[in-house]
């Protein structure tokens, strides 16, 4: 026997689909639940922009300080060069002193003479001996001119050796002691710019400004290079020095007298550092032996002080 399938109709309670023509008075109007549940949307929807804008906004303020932004690494100079190749650089931050551009390059070799009669040198008298420096006013008059200013105040009198590094260097300056502290000679500012690629450089006994490790950060701290091997981290070695720009002279004193190669400040790019060589001691690289071998403490200050009880200028007679 067969049985029929009772055909059944089956209905939605889906509103039919309004069209252009329907009339307004035929919508359905909303709940109070259903009006305050929309407004949580768009109370919702308008936070979410708000937060979004804000978050762009960091976004673009980060990106913007990690390329102008004033930090450690900023650096405050332009780089140019000369037509003999000579790499220099001058302030352009206007809270820097900016470095001369009237200056010579040095000869080859210039750096280790002798000075002659009547030039004017500093002389540092210190309770473990006398150090005598020959400036280098031509080739960078602007650390010159700091050093003898604040050597004419009396700035360095009475002021310690407050770093020492035995075959590195000894460091002194800072009239706290601590290595924070001190100031440049010009009236205005804290520091000063920087006066690389002269044909200077840190070869054992010279004279060189302490940084910050930022462009342009020198002030009243200065250092001697002591050491008696040439350092060069990471230009590699003498080879690597004469390929990164350095003189083939220089060079061979390098591995002839000694000194810190990486602290040049034209290989500021290769090394990281950078430092303004003004001046070299011919006279009393036994006095900075000496106070390199003194014993120091874990942050290589001296256990008794070693003062510069006197710094002056005088001419060779």
């Not at 399938?5 to 689909?17: A, G, I, L, V, Y």
């Not at 700035?155 to 706290?176: L, S």
């Not at 520091?191 to 020198?218: H, K, Q």
Request: aromatic fraction near 10%; proline fraction near 3%.
């Amino acid at each position: 026997m067969t049985t029929s399938k009772k055909k059944t109709n089956h209905k939605t309670n889906t509103p039919p689909r309004k069209t252009a023509s329907s009339s307004s008075s035929g919508r359905k109007k909303l709940t109070a639940a259903q009006r305050k549940e929309l407004e949580r949307q768009q109370r919702i929807t308008q936070a979410l922009i708000i937060v979004g804008s804000i978050i762009v906004a960091v976004i673009f303020i980060i990106i913007f300080l990690s390329i102008y932004g004033d930090n450690d690494s900023k650096d405050y100079t332009s780089r140019t060069t000369d037509a003999s190749g000579d790499s220099t650089v001058s302030a352009v931050d206007d809270t820097i002193y900016p470095a001369s551009e009237d200056y010579e390059t040095a000869p080859d070799g210039e750096q280790l003479k002798k000075p002659s009669k009547g030039e004017e040198v500093a002389v540092l008298e210190t309770n473990m001996g006398t150090i005598k420096i020959r400036l280098f006013p031509k080739y960078a008059p602007t650390a010159v001119e700091n050093f003898k200013t604040l050597i004419q105040e009396g700035y360095y009198n009475g002021i310690i050796f407050h770093r020492v590094m035995n075959d590195f260097m000894i460091q002194g300056g800072d009239p706290t002691g601590t290595g924070t502290g001190g100031k440049c000679a010009f009236e205005g500012y804290e520091t000063f710019g920087d006066e690389f690629g002269r044909n200077l450089y840190n070869f054992r006994g010279a004279v060189s400004m302490a940084n910050t490790g930022a462009a342009g950060s020198n002030s009243s701290q200065f250092f001697i290079v002591q050491t008696k091997k040439a350092q060069y981290y990471t230009l590699g070695d003498k080879e690597g020095f004469i390929s990164n720009g350095g003189a083939k002279w220089a060079a061979e004193q390098y591995e002839k007298s000694g000194g810190t190669a990486y602290l040049d400040g034209q290989f500021k790019s290769v090394t990281g550092s950078g430092h303004t060589v003004f001046g070299q001691v011919y006279d009393g690289l036994k006095v900075v032996d000496k106070i390199a071998a003194v014993d120091v403490d874990a942050n290589s200050k001296p256990l008794k002080d070693v003062v510069i009880k006197k710094a002056y200028l005088t001419k060779v007679k």
